[in-house]
């Protein structure tokens, strides 16, 4: 149930980016393959990678037949998650098809009944929820969190404007004197949640502006009657401690295989 809110929310994302941008056709219809989907928005759009695929156990080569299918007219590298759930044979399947391994990502999960962390109280940081009007504000504090020290990307800033369009999610936005600096964002799918899309413009990290995001989102998700919370983060990284300073616990991980480049 846990790669099912990532999944959701990766529908909701792209369908309302085809709705908003039709004439451009970023965004591909996704195509559903093993539990899971695949998804094109763009070269460089954290949401151009496959997505819960095998989330039931099988992955097979007709599967990656699939996969490889729906990438090829975007002459773009394939990158699929892997999570432990897939049969462990589907590695040496890849590495024959000339995948790499390249990344590893921890899921981290905690219940919502337990002792949350204390509600940000700072005078000098505001944190508030994002009108669907403010999409710019949003695009523009990801983009480039994302991108540093390069420039935002056209593509970037466009899933930043998007998401805001996205009704079963909610995003934050934490201000110094009016100034927005850091954005975050939670996606439901009943009573479970996730907690994703945490960005902090440069300048501004190590101020605790993510840990003060995390415990304003897991307080407003318990009010809002979820009982469980899930993010995903790289191991060591300031995201994994900011987690787990928060009551989050490592659930399982995952791997990002990559094809051969194009």
């Given amino acids: 149930r846990w790669e099912l809110v990532a999944l959701r929310t990766a529908e909701e994302l792209t369908r309302r980016d085809r ?63 892997i999570s432990p759930l897939v049969d462990p044979t589907i590695e040496e399947r890849l590495t024959e ?13 905690r219940p919502l009944s337990s002792e949350l962390p204390p509600e940000p109280d700072r005078d000098d940081i505001r944190i508030r929820l994002l009108e669907p009007s403010e999409a710019e504000v949003h695009a523009q504090v990801l983009a480039t969190a994302i991108a540093a020290p390069e420039p935002p990307s056209s593509v970037l800033l466009e899933v ?38 945490g960005a902090t413009l440069p300048s501004e990290r190590r101020r605790g502006l993510q840990g003060m995001l995390i415990a304003a989102r897991l307080h407003d998700l318990a009010r809002a009657g979820a009982t469980e919370a899930i993010v995903v983060a790289s191991p060591g990284t300031s995201s994994a401690r900011n987690a787990e300073r928060a009551g989050f616990r490592p659930l399982y991980s995952r791997t990002v295989w990559v094809s051969p480049s194009v």
């Fill in 19 to 81: 709705e908003r941008r039709p004439d451009v056709g970023a965004c591909a219809v996704p195509v559903p393959v093993a539990g899971g989907a695949a998804f094109y928005c763009g070269v460089g759009s954290p949401l151009t990678h496959a997505i819960a695929v095998g989330r039931h156990g099988v992955l097979g080569e007709e599967d990656l037949d699939t996969i490889e299918r729906f990438y090829a007219p975007f002459e773009t590298p394939i990158e699929i998650d």
């Fill in 97 to 109: 098809r000339g995948y790499r391994p390249t990344a590893e990502e921890v899921v981290f999960h």
């Fill in 160 to 197: 930043g404007r998007t998401c805001l369009a996205v009704p079963s999610s909610r995003f934050y936005v934490a201000e110094q004197d009016g100034v927005p600096i850091a954005t975050a964002s939670t996606g439901r799918d009943g009573e479970t949640a996730s907690l994703f899309g």
